[in-house]
């Protein structure tokens, strides 16, 4: 069946992905590469193509030298601890078989990922009965294509830092943690902000200041 493959911006992701597409395709599976995009994204489009699984590779806030994977399941759940560890048996136990050659499974590339999971949000949150400032700190990561213009078409006044994507996060580490998110926290106070949100690296957690 197929399976839904995507990566955050670290600077391994891509090579990783590839990696994980081969194994995938090796196997007898369709990989749909939906590319860079948010995790709640990803797994939004896994369980809408009604795909039989989807694999992200992503650090998520974690430092920038460290990646890995996150499986999830048609209905765009991640994989349980056990689910994980059956997972892991039949990698280490190198328990998988690859098909023959007429059986190698294709690779599709999806666009507009974040687009449609953005709409999705906005059909079913309505618009601020007033404007509120909002500013976004993004890590440089994959929230940056997601958050600030969903919360600009829902009325807000958006400021955003660190949203920029780059895998190296030059802005701080991808740890929305109170030590990472100083410079921030003084921005919200500086600019007047109402509410400040700060991402991790693949936008699968938030702190609200």
Same mark, same amino acid.
């Given at each position: 069946?197929?399976?839904?493959?995507?990566?955050?911006?670290?600077?391994?992701?891509?090579?990783?992905?590839?990696?994980?597409?081969?194994?995938?395709?090796?196997?007898?599976?369709?990989?749909?590469?939906?590319?860079?995009?948010?995790?709640?994204?990803?797994?939004?489009?896994? %369980?809408?193509?009604?795909?039989?699984?989807?694999?992200?590779? +992503?650090?998520?806030?974690?430092?920038?030298?460290?990646?890995?994977?996150?499986?999830?399941?048609?209905?765009?759940?991640?994989?349980?601890? /056990?689910?994980?560890?059956?997972?892991?048996?039949?990698?280490?136990?190198?328990?998988?078989?690859?098909?023959?050659?007429?059986?190698?499974?294709?690779?599709?590339?999806?666009?507009? +990922?974040?687009?449609?999971?953005?709409?999705?949000?906005? %059909?079913?949150?309505?618009?601020?009965? /007033?404007?509120?400032?909002?500013?976004?700190?993004?890590?440089?990561?994959?929230?940056?294509?997601?958050?600030?213009?969903?919360?600009?078409?829902? !009325?807000?006044?958006?400021?955003?830092?660190?949203?920029?994507?780059? !895998? +190296?996060?030059?802005?701080?580490?991808?740890?929305?943690?109170?030590?990472?998110? /100083?410079?921030?926290?003084?921005?919200?106070?500086?600019?007047?902000?109402?509410?400040?949100?700060?991402?991790?690296?693949?936008?699968?957690?938030?702190?609200?200041?």
């Amino acid at each position: 069946g197929e399976v839904v493959v995507a990566s955050d911006a670290r600077t391994s992701s891509e090579a990783l992905k590839k990696a994980l597409s081969s194994g995938l395709m090796s196997a007898g599976c369709a990989v749909a590469d939906i590319g860079l995009v948010a995790l709640p994204a990803f797994a939004y489009t896994t %369980r809408e193509r009604k795909a039989r699984a989807g694999a992200i590779v +992503t650090g998520s806030h974690n430092p920038p030298q460290d990646n890995g994977l996150k499986c999830y399941d048609r209905r765009g759940m991640e994989y349980t601890p /056990r689910e994980e560890e059956v997972l892991e048996g039949l990698i280490f136990n190198e328990q998988y078989k690859p098909v023959d050659w007429k059986k190698v499974g294709n690779r599709s590339y999806i666009a507009n +990922t974040n687009e449609e999971y953005a709409e999705a949000i906005l %059909r079913q949150v309505p618009k601020m009965e /007033r404007e509120i400032k909002v500013l976004v700190d993004c890590a440089n990561g994959t929230a940056s294509n997601v958050t600030p213009i969903i919360l600009s078409k829902l !009325g807000c006044k958006v400021f955003t830092i660190n949203s920029s994507i780059d !895998g +190296t996060f030059p802005g701080r580490l991808p740890e929305p943690s109170p030590e990472n998110l /100083r410079n921030t926290c003084r921005l919200v106070r500086e600019i007047k902000a109402d509410i400040g949100i700060a991402h991790d690296g693949d936008a699968d957690r938030l702190t609200v200041i």
